[in-house]
């Protein structure tokens, strides 16, 4: 039964850690995103 449980902790441990990972990287590509945003902006009011 001990074993059973520590199993079912690990297992839970790692979605959680997975699902941490997953939203960190989604962060990371808006804030790409963004960042290419703002430079092109910058870019188009320097141009003109």
Sequence with gaps: M????AIVS???AGALALSAC?????GVGRDVGNT??????????VAR
């Design 22 to 26: 997953a939203n960190t990287v989604r």
């Design 10 to 12: 690990t297992l839970l």
């Design 2 to 5: 001990t074993k059973r449980i």
């Design 36 to 45: 290419v945003d703002a430079t092109g902006a910058a870019v188009n009011d």
